[in-house]
């Protein structure tokens, strides 16, 4: 049964959207199963080029069905606009797009609450995009969140709307100094946003169910990235649900025995946008060079992201983690003329070696990458369209990732746009 999952491997922003889009045209069903607008997945083609936050990556790809799971946390403002935006593109989105009726979604409350406790922590925020994913989640897992199911009941939908209230106003005035929020603006703005999501709303993991059943593709595409993870990744600087594998069946209703692929993007060097520790960062002109020629600003929030060198202990880590059966690279060709390029292969931790990936804070916080150092190549790799254009080192760096890694490299990614890639 044919389930593609297509995994951030580092800290997000690997260039997930642009694989989902090249890979979209082989498959009848794309599906988010994690995360909210927090995350941005930019598609470039042509002279075009659109940052997607809640709608699937394969929506500019007509006769592909785009399903946002029950595992995503939705912003009804968000959503609408960008639903706009899509179609104002010239592509069709009633009709190709889902929504779970089980997932959560985001209310005006959690906004305020992350913004608030994020200027409340001071030096010690996390780094949120204050776009009350946290928040939401928390209220999920609280079992107090409002469903997109409960649109369908005004009368219900005021009552809980009405006790959340009550709770959150209190929080936000006597901790956070804030006006709180008028429930009955709140009320009739949902109400009006029910009745614009109607025609997409579904149960859709009986849909994915019967898709399966019916031998249709699909591929299921994570938010932000493996290291993100809140349980696996790098807390407390993570985001608030799965991006791994495990996410997808739990995002989505999909059986694990449904996938037989795997992919992990991966950057050609590392990034990190927000807080947290980053082994392998570059502090000095080469991690400035590194940011201004892979443009390497966040695609939801425009903050700058911390760059380094590529940390192969992290990534061999969310291969096992995930069971990669293949990679993607991805900004190949920002290293070009960077000179000798380095790979971290180990870290030393308190005087003594290891090739474990600590996701311990303290831990992490204490390790010295060590590298391996590899010649660098020059040229400009935009125009390659197969692995025989590619310089020969460039080639060497990759084999090396491979077979430090134990996955093969699929998929080469040379530049912004579609066609700017090598299938391998």
Not at 320 to 326: E, I, K, Q, S, Y
Request: glycine share 12%; hydrophobic share 40%; aromatic share 8%.
């Amino acid at each position: 049964m044919p389930v593609t999952i297509v995994i951030g491997s580092q800290w997000g922003d690997e260039g997930k959207g642009k694989i989902v889009d090249l890979l979209a045209p082989d498959m009848d069903i794309v599906a988010r199963y994690q995360g909210g607008a927090n995350a941005g997945h930019t598609i470039a083609w042509g002279d075009r080029q659109f940052v997607l936050h809640l709608i699937p990556s394969g929506i500019f790809h007509e006769g592909v069905t785009c399903v946002i799971g029950n595992g995503v946390v939705i912003d009804p403002v968000a959503l609408m606009e960008e639903i706009e935006q899509v179609e104002a593109l010239g592509f069709s989105v009633e009709g190709r797009l889902l929504i779970s009726h089980n997932a959560h979604l985001i209310m005006p409350y959690h906004k305020a609450l992350d913004k608030a406790r994020e200027l409340w922590r001071d030096a010690e925020a996390i780094g949120t995009t204050g776009r009350g994913i946290g928040p939401a989640y928390v209220d999920k897992f609280a079992r107090s969140g409002i469903r997109v199911v409960d649109l369908l009941d005004p009368n219900g939908l005021r009552k809980k709307l009405k006790a959340a209230l009550d709770e959150k106003n209190a929080i936000l005035r006597a901790v956070y100094g804030d006006d709180g929020i008028d429930v009955d603006a709140m009320i009739a703005e949902y109400v009006d946003f029910d009745r614009r999501i109607d025609p997409y709303v579904t149960d859709t993991a009986n849909y994915l169910a019967q898709a399966l059943a019916d031998g249709k593709r699909i591929l299921a595409e994570g938010a932000q990235g493996s290291l993100l993870d809140v349980d696996h990744g790098t807390y407390p600087y993570v985001t608030s649900s799965h991006p791994t594998a495990g996410g997808c069946c739990t995002g989505l209703g999909v059986p694990p025995t449904a996938v037989d692929r795997v992919t992990g993007i991966v950057k050609a060097y590392t990034t990190r946008v927000g807080n947290g520790p980053f082994p392998t960062e570059l502090t000095d002109d080469l991690g400035e060079r590194l940011r201004a020629e892979g443009r390497e600003y966040g695609a939801t929030t425009g903050r700058p992201r911390r760059c380094g060198w590529l940390d192969g202990v992290a990534l061999r880590y969310t291969a096992r983690l995930n069971g990669f059966t293949d990679l993607a690279v991805t900004k190949l060709d920002v290293l070009a003329g960077m000179g000798e390029l380095k790979v971290c292969t180990a870290y030393r931790l308190d005087g003594k070696v290891t090739d474990r990936f600590p996701n311990d804070l303290a831990m992490l916080e204490r390790v010295e990458p060590i590298y391996e150092t590899l010649p660098g190549f020059e040229g400009d790799l935009s125009s390659a369209r197969s692995p025989e254009e590619l310089p020969s080192d460039a080639h060497a760096y990759l084999d090396f990732v491979a077979d430090f890694v134990g996955v093969p490299v699929s998929m080469i990614s040379t530049g912004p746009r579609r066609e700017e890639t090598v299938v391998v």
